[in-house]
Protein backbone atom coordinates (compact mmCIF):
# COMPACT_ATOMS: atom_id res chain seq x y z
CA UNK A 1 0.00 0.00 0.00
CA UNK A 2 1.36 3.56 -0.49
CA UNK A 3 2.68 5.49 2.16
CA UNK A 4 3.42 8.75 2.71
CA UNK A 5 5.98 10.49 4.92
CA UNK A 6 6.20 14.02 5.71
CA UNK A 7 9.31 16.08 7.18
CA UNK A 8 9.86 17.76 8.93
CA UNK A 9 7.38 16.26 11.68
CA UNK A 10 7.03 19.73 13.58
CA UNK A 11 8.32 23.05 13.08
CA UNK A 12 9.01 26.53 14.64
CA UNK A 13 10.03 29.29 12.39
CA UNK A 14 10.34 33.17 13.30
CA UNK A 15 7.54 35.21 11.46
CA UNK A 16 9.13 36.52 8.15
CA UNK A 17 11.37 33.18 8.11
CA UNK A 18 11.07 31.24 4.87
CA UNK A 19 10.42 27.49 5.51
CA UNK A 20 9.95 23.69 3.05
CA UNK A 21 8.04 21.17 4.47
CA UNK A 22 8.36 17.62 2.32
CA UNK A 23 6.14 14.89 1.39
CA UNK A 24 7.45 11.83 -0.22
CA UNK A 25 5.77 8.88 -1.42
CA UNK A 26 6.49 5.34 -1.36
CA UNK A 27 4.94 4.79 -4.80
CA UNK A 28 4.68 6.82 -8.22
CA UNK A 29 2.46 10.15 -7.34
CA UNK A 30 -0.68 10.85 -10.00
CA UNK A 31 -2.28 13.16 -7.78
CA UNK A 32 -0.55 15.08 -4.79
CA UNK A 33 -3.23 17.49 -2.67
CA UNK A 34 -2.04 19.95 0.00
CA UNK A 35 -4.31 20.67 3.34
CA UNK A 36 -3.71 23.14 6.29
CA UNK A 37 -5.56 22.04 9.64
CA UNK A 38 -5.98 24.56 12.50
CA UNK A 39 -5.79 23.21 15.47
CA UNK A 40 -8.79 20.99 16.48
CA UNK A 41 -10.53 21.67 13.03
CA UNK A 42 -11.12 20.51 9.26
CA UNK A 43 -9.04 20.92 6.89
CA UNK A 44 -8.78 23.27 4.15
CA UNK A 45 -7.23 22.69 0.31
CA UNK A 46 -4.43 24.88 -0.58
CA UNK A 47 -3.46 23.16 -4.12
CA UNK A 48 -3.38 20.48 -6.18
CA UNK A 49 -0.23 19.06 -8.24
CA UNK A 50 -0.97 15.84 -10.89
CA UNK A 51 1.76 16.98 -13.25
CA UNK A 52 5.80 15.80 -12.57
CA UNK A 53 7.28 19.44 -12.40
CA UNK A 54 4.13 20.89 -11.69
CA UNK A 55 4.29 24.30 -9.22
CA UNK A 56 1.55 26.19 -8.53
CA UNK A 57 1.24 29.13 -5.66
CA UNK A 58 -1.58 30.56 -3.53
CA UNK A 59 -0.32 34.12 -1.64
CA UNK A 60 2.67 33.21 0.03
CA UNK A 61 2.31 29.40 -0.30
CA UNK A 62 4.30 27.28 -3.62
CA UNK A 63 3.69 23.60 -3.91
CA UNK A 64 6.04 22.00 -6.65
CA UNK A 65 5.51 18.14 -7.92
CA UNK A 66 8.58 16.31 -8.67
CA UNK A 67 7.61 13.07 -9.96
CA UNK A 68 10.69 11.27 -10.66
CA UNK A 69 11.41 11.88 -6.94
CA UNK A 70 8.12 10.86 -5.64
CA UNK A 71 8.42 13.80 -3.93
CA UNK A 72 6.26 16.90 -3.29
CA UNK A 73 7.45 20.10 -1.54
CA UNK A 74 5.30 23.18 -0.23
CA UNK A 75 7.37 26.55 0.50
CA UNK A 76 6.34 29.17 2.25
CA UNK A 77 7.57 32.69 2.09
CA UNK A 78 7.87 35.28 4.71
CA UNK A 79 5.77 33.18 7.38
CA UNK A 80 3.42 34.79 9.35
CA UNK A 81 1.68 33.61 12.50
CA UNK A 82 -1.55 33.23 10.54
CA UNK A 83 0.45 29.89 9.00
CA UNK A 84 0.60 27.59 11.53
CA UNK A 85 -1.16 24.77 12.11
CA UNK A 86 -1.08 21.24 10.53
CA UNK A 87 -0.05 20.60 7.06
CA UNK A 88 -1.21 17.40 5.57
CA UNK A 89 -0.44 15.91 2.35
CA UNK A 90 -2.48 13.26 0.84
CA UNK A 91 -1.87 11.08 -2.85
CA UNK A 92 -4.29 9.60 -5.16
CA UNK A 93 -4.89 6.23 -3.32
CA UNK A 94 -4.87 3.00 -5.11
CA UNK A 95 -7.48 2.82 -8.77
CA UNK A 96 -7.72 7.04 -8.03
CA UNK A 97 -10.68 6.34 -5.42
CA UNK A 98 -9.66 7.31 -2.25
CA UNK A 99 -6.70 9.45 -0.93
CA UNK A 100 -3.90 8.01 1.05
CA UNK A 101 -2.51 10.99 3.93
CA UNK A 102 0.47 11.61 5.23
CA UNK A 103 1.09 11.97 9.20
CA UNK A 104 1.17 16.14 8.96
CA UNK A 105 4.01 18.82 9.92
CA UNK A 106 3.19 20.97 12.79
CA UNK A 107 4.10 24.70 12.63
CA UNK A 108 4.19 27.00 14.84
CA UNK A 109 5.01 30.70 13.81
CA UNK A 110 6.84 32.56 16.56
CA UNK A 111 6.39 36.71 16.68
CA UNK B 1 -23.69 27.70 6.02
CA UNK B 2 -20.63 25.33 5.97
CA UNK B 3 -21.01 22.66 2.98
CA UNK B 4 -19.93 19.42 5.12
CA UNK B 5 -21.44 19.67 8.80
CA UNK B 6 -21.17 16.85 11.65
CA UNK B 7 -22.81 16.41 14.61
CA UNK B 8 -21.75 16.41 17.37
CA UNK B 9 -18.71 18.15 17.31
CA UNK B 10 -17.77 17.05 21.01
CA UNK B 11 -18.57 13.88 22.55
CA UNK B 12 -17.74 12.02 26.24
CA UNK B 13 -18.97 8.66 26.52
CA UNK B 14 -18.31 5.54 28.55
CA UNK B 15 -17.09 1.98 27.72
CA UNK B 16 -19.50 -0.05 25.91
CA UNK B 17 -21.93 2.59 24.97
CA UNK B 18 -23.04 2.60 21.18
CA UNK B 19 -22.43 6.47 19.45
CA UNK B 20 -23.38 7.40 16.44
CA UNK B 21 -21.68 10.58 14.63
CA UNK B 22 -23.66 12.15 11.96
CA UNK B 23 -22.69 14.46 8.82
CA UNK B 24 -24.34 16.01 6.34
CA UNK B 25 -23.10 17.99 3.02
CA UNK B 26 -24.95 20.41 0.63
CA UNK B 27 -22.73 20.73 -1.80
CA UNK B 28 -24.47 17.62 -3.73
CA UNK B 29 -21.29 15.03 -4.01
CA UNK B 30 -21.78 11.37 -4.37
CA UNK B 31 -18.49 10.33 -1.96
CA UNK B 32 -18.49 10.53 1.52
CA UNK B 33 -15.68 9.42 3.53
CA UNK B 34 -15.34 8.94 7.22
CA UNK B 35 -11.84 9.58 8.44
CA UNK B 36 -9.99 9.21 12.50
CA UNK B 37 -6.90 11.46 13.24
CA UNK B 38 -4.95 10.88 16.26
CA UNK B 39 -1.98 13.22 17.22
CA UNK B 40 0.95 11.89 15.12
CA UNK B 41 -1.00 9.52 12.82
CA UNK B 42 -2.04 11.59 10.13
CA UNK B 43 -5.82 10.67 9.07
CA UNK B 44 -6.86 7.21 8.51
CA UNK B 45 -10.01 6.33 5.85
CA UNK B 46 -12.54 4.44 8.55
CA UNK B 47 -15.47 4.00 5.40
CA UNK B 48 -16.00 5.30 2.24
CA UNK B 49 -18.97 5.31 0.32
CA UNK B 50 -19.33 6.10 -3.36
CA UNK B 51 -23.11 6.68 -3.89
CA UNK B 52 -26.35 5.53 -1.68
CA UNK B 53 -25.34 1.72 -2.39
CA UNK B 54 -21.99 1.22 -2.68
CA UNK B 55 -20.24 1.40 0.92
CA UNK B 56 -16.57 0.39 1.35
CA UNK B 57 -14.53 -0.49 4.74
CA UNK B 58 -11.29 1.25 4.77
CA UNK B 59 -8.20 0.63 6.94
CA UNK B 60 -9.55 0.58 10.09
CA UNK B 61 -13.08 -0.61 9.72
CA UNK B 62 -12.79 -3.07 12.63
CA UNK B 63 -14.84 -1.62 15.72
CA UNK B 64 -17.06 0.84 13.35
CA UNK B 65 -20.20 0.84 10.73
CA UNK B 66 -21.73 3.03 8.45
CA UNK B 67 -24.96 3.85 6.92
CA UNK B 68 -25.60 6.05 3.96
CA UNK B 69 -29.16 7.40 4.81
CA UNK B 70 -29.58 9.64 1.62
CA UNK B 71 -26.61 11.11 -0.83
CA UNK B 72 -26.35 13.81 1.86
CA UNK B 73 -26.40 11.94 4.68
CA UNK B 74 -23.77 9.39 6.06
CA UNK B 75 -23.70 8.44 9.48
CA UNK B 76 -20.41 6.62 11.75
CA UNK B 77 -21.54 4.27 14.31
CA UNK B 78 -19.03 2.79 17.45
CA UNK B 79 -21.39 -0.56 18.53
CA UNK B 80 -19.66 -0.76 21.74
CA UNK B 81 -17.31 2.25 21.91
CA UNK B 82 -14.09 1.58 23.43
CA UNK B 83 -11.45 4.35 25.10
CA UNK B 84 -8.51 3.50 22.07
CA UNK B 85 -11.82 5.27 20.21
CA UNK B 86 -10.83 7.99 21.60
CA UNK B 87 -9.83 10.28 18.99
CA UNK B 88 -11.04 13.64 16.05
CA UNK B 89 -13.52 11.92 13.74
CA UNK B 90 -14.02 13.83 10.13
CA UNK B 91 -16.35 13.39 7.48
CA UNK B 92 -15.07 14.50 3.66
CA UNK B 93 -17.05 14.08 0.38
CA UNK B 94 -15.61 14.43 -3.19
CA UNK B 95 -17.55 14.42 -6.76
CA UNK B 96 -16.82 11.46 -8.81
CA UNK B 97 -17.33 13.93 -11.75
CA UNK B 98 -14.89 16.60 -10.65
CA UNK B 99 -12.22 15.07 -12.31
CA UNK B 100 -9.58 14.75 -9.27
CA UNK B 101 -9.60 13.42 -5.74
CA UNK B 102 -10.47 16.45 -3.78
CA UNK B 103 -12.16 16.44 -0.85
CA UNK B 104 -14.19 18.49 1.22
CA UNK B 105 -13.54 18.18 5.24
CA UNK B 106 -15.91 18.73 7.66
CA UNK B 107 -15.12 20.84 11.11
CA UNK B 108 -14.55 17.09 12.70
CA UNK B 109 -15.94 15.70 15.93
CA UNK B 110 -13.82 15.11 19.14
CA UNK B 111 -15.03 11.84 20.49
CA UNK B 112 -13.32 10.84 24.11
CA UNK B 113 -14.16 7.21 25.29
CA UNK B 114 -14.15 6.88 29.10
Known amino acids: SQELEQSPQSLIVQEGKNLTINCTSSKTLYGLYWYKQKYGEGLIFLMM?????EEKSHEKITAKLDEKKQQSSLHITASQPSHAGIYLC???????????FGTGTRLLVSP | DADVTQTPRNRITKTGKRIMLECSQT?????MYWYRQDPGLGLQLIYY???????NKGEISDGYSVSRQAQAKFSLSLESAIPNQTALYFC?????????????FGPGTRLTVL
Open chain 2, 49 to 55: SFDVKDI
Open chain 2, 92 to 104: ATSDSGGGNNEQF
Open chain 2, 27 to 31: KGHDR
Open chain 1, 90 to 100: GADGAGFQKLV
Open chain 1, 49 to 53: LQKGG
